[in-house]
């Protein structure tokens, strides 16, 4: 398959990924109270993130270190985590729990800045990902340090962001 044809299909399902995102936000919300291990997603979902930062600074490290091996699959593992991740927070959200920080907080700028730009570049992060997965996997090397570049300070932003974002959310958490 030719690279076009391969940046034709990241480039769909990263659509269709956002779209069902989309999707799913405008569906009706889940009534009733919420289940008692759903009330702990949001937490599980910093840890995942959490730990998707630290693997992404190991393979970071790896790579500088020429283990090519272990860079490879430190970036397989944050991906599948990430993709947990994504699974895990459509799920909390269905049962439509909305939590606004506080206007008269202070922070709040400083919240919705850092939301803002997670939302944005969680957005972008999946063909970025994609296309520095394919050229890594396909030995091109030049290609994949390139746009790597971009990729890993994006994807590591979009991680360590989702972490601040649950640090200054969770207190007004009313569930």
């Known amino acids: 398959m030719s690279d076009k044809k391969i940046f034709r299909a990241i480039i769909v399902l990263s659509v269709v990924v956002f779209g069902v995102v989309a999707f799913l936000y405008s569906l009706p919300k889940a009534t009733g109270n919420m289940p008692e ?95 520095t997965f394919y050229f890594g996997l396909t030995h091109k090397i030049k290609q994949h340090r390139k746009i790597a570049r971009w990729t890993f300070p994006v994807w590591l932003y979009v991680t360590v962001s989702g972490v601040i974002v649950y640090l200054m959310i969770s207190p007004y958490y009313q569930f």
């Open 37 to 131: 291990w759903a009330k702990s997603l949001p937490l599980v979902n910093a840890i995942i993130n959490g730990t998707c930062s630290m693997l992404l600074l190991a393979s970071l490290y790896s790579i500088k270190s020429k283990n090519v091996q272990t860079h490879k699959r430190l970036n397989i593992i944050t991906f599948a985590l990430s993709a947990l991740f994504l699974v895990s927070y459509i799920i909390f959200h269905s049962f439509g729990v909305e939590t606004s920080f506080p206007e008269d907080n202070p922070l709040r700028p400083f919240y919705l800045v850092i939301l803002l730009t997670h939302i944005l570049l969680a957005a972008v992060v999946l063909p970025l990902v994609l296309i």
